[in-house]
Every structure is written in structure tokens, then in C-alpha cells.
């Protein structure tokens, strides 16, 4: 049985240097999500200090400048990003990995490539995180 998709209200960030991985991401969040994509590190570092993101999707690879690490760290920085939810989204699948981007401020991780509804499913456990602390 299919789940309604309604609107959660909350607005996600999704650093990612593939188009074609953002726009992937992009159909399948957009029903429930308000979605802002960024290139690179710089452009996400932008964008944050724009706009108050409810959760962070962040590649670890991208190539140019910041990776999801040194990004993450940076982002931790802002008092506003503290506890923001921030999921590595990444097709680092070694042993290890996982463990350690937990240990540098990530809170998720999510392996590529991944099913459309295992992202919906991660999202949703999040959201509710978020709803029942009241933000």
C-alpha cells in the first residue's frame, strides 16, 4: 500500500557536485520537502547563512574544495547548525566509513547507490525527531 506524501514544511539541503544525483534526489524529496541544492562547500556555506535548513544532505566527495568532513566541521561551527540533522550521502562503503563520519558531526548515513524509499525512510524517521523536539 502506498503512503500519502503530504508536506512536512521543513526545507532540506542537498550538497552534491552530480546533477544528475540532485535531481534524483531533488524528485523524490520535493513532494514532502521544500529543496535547495548546492555545488560545493563554498556555495553550501553560502546558503546557510541565507536560509535556516531543517536537514543537510552532504556528499563527502566533491571533488573541489571542502569534502563532507571538512564541511560538516565548518558548518558545526554556526551556532544555528549545532543540532541540525546532517546525513552523509556517499558512495564511501568501506568498513569503517560509516563509523567514521559518525565521529566527525554526521548524524546519517545513507550508501549510494540507495532505493528511493530507503531515503524516504530515513528522511521520515528524521522529521519526526524534529517535530517531537518542537522545531
Not at 521543513?10 to 521544500?34: F, G, H, K, Q
Amino acid at each position: 500500500m502506498k503512503r500519502e506524501r503530504v508536506h512536512t514544511g521543513l526545507s532540506l539541503l542537498y550538497v552534491e557536485d552530480d546533477n544528475i544525483a540532485t535531481e534524483y534526489v531533488e524528485l523524490i524529496v520535493r513532494p514532502e520537502y521544500y529543496f535547495t541544492s548546492a555545488v560545493n562547500g563554498e556555495e553550501a556555506l553560502t546558503k546557510i547563512q541565507e536560509t535556516r535548513y531543517d536537514i543537510l544532505l552532504i556528499d563527502i566527495n566533491l571533488r573541489k574544495g571542502y569534502d563532507g568532513i571538512s564541511l560538516t566541521k565548518k558548518i558545526r561551527e554556526s551556532e544555528n547548525y549545532k543540532d541540525t540533522p546532517i546525513v552523509a550521502v556517499t558512495a564511501y562503503a568501506m568498513s569503517g566509513d560509516k563509523e567514521e563520519f559518525l565521529a566527525n558531526g554526521i548524524d546519517y548515513y545513507l550508501p549510494k547507490p540507495f532505493r528511493h524509499v530507503e531515503l524516504l525512510q530515513m528522511l521520515s524517521e528524521i522529521t519526526g525527531r524534529i517535530k517531537a523536539a518542537g522545531r
